[in-house]
């Protein structure tokens, strides 16, 4: 048994920050169901790269699902969300402000249907405010909440991280929600709307830079791989390779500076504040005494040392690192096109019961319309009209060998 096995969740999500959530639910035991219209997710259309014709993007957040394609604007398909809505636990949804309103699919249409309902909204700027009709895009994100302008080289132009770093911290914050109102639930009977937005989401993880802006009224400079607060704290050039150093303290720094045989370097900035007030002489010293051998030269005396460092991986070398394949960090799933799919671990580990694990491999548009609606109550002649008249999609995974 996984920590949410029995849990149903309605997902009516697209693109990332939605089905990232609903995939870690998954992952926790959730039965998924992924309504998409008959076009699908237009994360299915996201590439390169393309494996005989599925996106890496849509694969990366959408296994553990059942797939239902559905078109929303006919009522025959709202009336079937309706239906599935009333036998779920939790419904995911990141429409436009409204949008389902028009569709009688809002909270406010489904809570006299199933008020036990956990119905999570997911939207740029959220259900209130002057924005709250704006459509919400994650690069527009990082700039409209300032992560951009933190980001790059300092006299470099504003830059974005380089993955959709709102969305994925969005949907990490949907599940946690869920399971908050889940909770909630079994005091009170009754689920709940809660209402997300990737703009709190971006401006809350602005972490120690938000709180210090805060506090004295000055927006953060942009630092490239340098720590506001820390030095040296970041990536160095060594003779080879980036590498980087992340000492924390003042004795750990005596130590740095005997490894690369600058002990002038610690007399003369002993401190961190120190360090900090002098932080172009103190990287520039390091940087052309760390150029002077090979990366692995260097982190094999640094680790003697006890001085924090790491390599500045690709993610090929990050996948074969020793300690990846130790963590489990890649499941393996039987996909019917792609064979054995490799898919990125869920990264929570129950030790001593229920583990989180994987279950169903990223589903094919429809492949599981007609399965999801017969037991919702249709009968096979009804799932077919709806079929025939473009309400509803199904697709058939290939058989093996097929």
């Known amino acids: 048994m996984k920590p949410l096995s029995g849990l149903k969740v309605l997902d009516l999500s697209r693109v ?9 639910l998954a992952d926790l035991g959730a039965e998924v169901v992924k309504v998409e219209p008959p076009w699908g997710d237009e994360t299915r259309g996201w590439g390169p790269p393309f494996l005989e014709g599925e996106s890496a993007y849509f694969l990366a957040v959408n296994r553990g699902k059942r797939s239902v394609a559905l078109d929303l604007k006919r009522p025959e398909g709202q009336e079937a969300v309706r239906r599935l809505a009333q036998e779920a636990d939790v419904l995911v949804e990141n429409f436009k402000t409204g949008d389902l309103r028009r569709y009688g699919l809002a909270y406010e249409d489904l809570r006299p249907l199933n008020p036990r309902l956990v119905y999570l909204s997911i939207t740029g700027f959220g259900h209130t405010g002057p924005r709250a009709q704006e459509p919400g895009y994650d690069a527009a994100l990082q700039g409209y909440t300032g992560i ?5 080289e300092p006299e470099g132009p504003p830059m974005k991280v380089g993955v959709a770093w709102i969305d994925v911290m969005t949907g990490m914050m949907g599940a946690l929600a869920v399971l908050a109102a889940l909770l909630e639930r079994e005091r009170s009977g009754l689920g709940q709307h809660i209402d997300l937005s990737l703009f709190d989401v971006g401006l809350f993880a602005l972490a120690n830079l938000g709180e210090s802006f805060l506090l004295t009224g000055k927006p953060p400079r942009r630092l490239g791989n340098a720590h506001a607060q820390i030095v040296p704290y970041g990536a160095f050039p060594a003779e080879d390779g980036w590498l980087v150093l992340a000492v924390g303290n003042d004795e750990q720094f005596q130590r740095l500076c005997q490894v690369v045989a600058l002990p002038q370097l610690a007399e003369r ?6 360090r900090v007030a002098h932080r172009e002489e103190v990287v520039e010293a390091l940087s052309q005494a760390l150029k002077a051998r090979p990366r692995a030269h260097w982190l094999a005396r640094l680790k003697a040392a ?9 993610l090929k070398e990050a996948f074969q690192d020793p300690q990846a394949e130790a963590r489990g960090a890649v499941w393996t799933l039987p996909h019917p096109l792609l064979g054995a799919l490799p898919t990125l671990a869920n990264p929570l580990r129950f030790l001593s019961r229920t583990p989180a694990g994987p279950g169903l491999p990223p589903p094919l548009l429809g492949e599981h319309t007609e399965e999801v609606l017969l037991e919702a109550g249709y009968t096979p002649e009804e799932v077919r009209a709806l079929v ?13 060998g097929e």
């Open 269 to 274: 900035f002993p401190t961190n504040a120190e």
């Open 148 to 152: 951009m302008s933190v980001t790059g």
């Open 16 to 24: 990332l920050a939605g089905p990232l959530c609903t995939m870690i």
């Open 306 to 314: 006890g001085v924090p460092a790491a390599p500045v991986n690709d």
């Open 388 to 400: 025939e008249k473009g309400v509803a999609r199904t697709a058939k995974a290939p058989e093996p």
